[in-house]
């Protein structure tokens, strides 16, 4: 395995986007990088064949693309999604530049031989905050605090060109850790833990669901930063059945 | 003078443009890379609306460039430029990278406070063998050699990005702003959630405290990886004292 062939593991995914010359725009930004895996959340018009006059040389790329209905059945199977944002959250991770992203993203799909994503907002509203709230690390490309409208085509083109420059730099050689890795827990099952975390939380009055605040946002960060892995999440679970449990078998 | 104000002194020079799109993309890219003195030879169209409509909020950029009939008058008063080339040449300089390019020209024009260029051929033909000859660096993008054709406007992207990192990195000028970070939670108060969640855990039943195996070891581990804010450290114990409170309580 070579470094390059990371990149065979990196989703681009591309969320409700407006403009189907954008998508081929993508489509030929990934290509000229050595990016194949195309995933489309809601796009507006696809295919389009805007769409196939800006990918140019990609149609290929267009013609492999999954159009699917939601972020999550994109990033199902993922063990590292990156997104990217322009504005400040409250409650954001604290980003990390496109080069530390990319560096990043490389390096756990080298690590857990998962596949990653990199995921790009509407072009006029970018993520919703449930969808940030899916990907483990945000990103903002250094811009202009003037104009830091950057054309989804060239984010893409820039993140990409990132994540060839990190799959390079780790290229080569097969990466061989020192002791096996821990394997990462899935998008999946991660979003499982965060659904039992809240159902026991709301169980025992700590959560009002009538009154969420931003209770659920907060704990999803937490654990973001920690990058459960799978056997972590195996005994979160079964700490919140023992209280579930618990709770239950008084009553 | 910090370090951006190097990129005022930096020439994006688009050679023979075919598509007034590619220029509009071009002005635009420039702009939120903190860029905006742009010189076109040749265009074969401009000004033209499809370049303003691609341009977006970068319309300033448009309407202060300078089109000239040729690279040299492009160039006159510079002292460096580079130049972007796909292709191989039989007489080219060594290629440099996007990365060591830009480190090279923001070098020069600080240490000269002379302006400098970034040159762009052709969409399809690229720069002639004249035209590069007059440029001192020959850059090249890493690409896929199966598809390495980069959109226009995505280059001038690329370029210029590397071009701000290269005066953020030697101009000291902060990055992001930096946003007052969250409080940090004490070794102390670390250390009490730790004992809280062990006699949680005790009284659900969960750990069995003759047979502790390694599992305060391994929560450690999780939640050390996550470094727990102060805030944080509150919302765990609330939950346990909630799910505490649901288990004694209906004894």
Chains 1, 2 share one sequence.
């Not at 954008?22 to 959340?41: C, E, P, S």
């Not at 959250?89 to 080069?99: C, I």
């Not at 890795?181 to 959560?207: K, N, Q, R, Y």
């Amino acid at each position: 395995m070579n470094g390059l062939s990371t990149l065979d593991r990196v989703r681009v995914v591309l969320s409700r986007t407006s403009h189907p010359g954008n998508i081929g725009a993508a489509a030929r930004a990934m290509k000229t990088m050595g990016l194949a895996r195309l995933w489309l959340v809601s796009p507006a018009s696809f295919p389009d064949p805007v769409a196939e006059a800006r990918a140019s040389g990609a149609g290929d790329v267009l013609a492999g693309a999954r159009v699917v209905g939601s972020l999550q059945e994109a990033l199902s199977g993922t063990v590292l999604a990156a997104a990217l944002t322009a504005r400040r959250r409250d409650l954001s991770l604290e980003r990390l530049e496109p080069r530390a992203a990319a560096a990043e993203l490389v390096q756990c799909s080298r690590n857990t031989c998962g596949e990653v994503a990199l995921v790009f907002g509407n072009e006029a509203s970018g993520l919703s905050n449930e969808e940030l709230g899916l990907c483990a690390l945000p990103v903002t490309i250094p811009a202009n605090p003037a104009y830091a409208s950057l054309n989804l085509g060239a984010a893409v083109q820039l993140m990409c060109y990132e994540l060839r420059l990190a799959a390079m730099g780790q290229g080569g050689e097969p990466f061989l850790p020192i002791a096996p890795l821990p394997e990462a827990a899935t998008h999946d099952e991660t979003e499982h833990f965060f659904a039992h975390l809240e159902s026991s939380i709301v169980a025992s009055g700590f959560l009002d669901p009538a009154k969420p605040r931003r209770l659920m946002a907060r704990l999803r960060r937490l654990f973001a930063r920690a990058r459960l892995e799978k056997e972590e999440v195996a005994i979160l679970r079964g700490i919140l059945s023992s209280f579930d449990a618990g709770m239950k078998n008084k009553q």
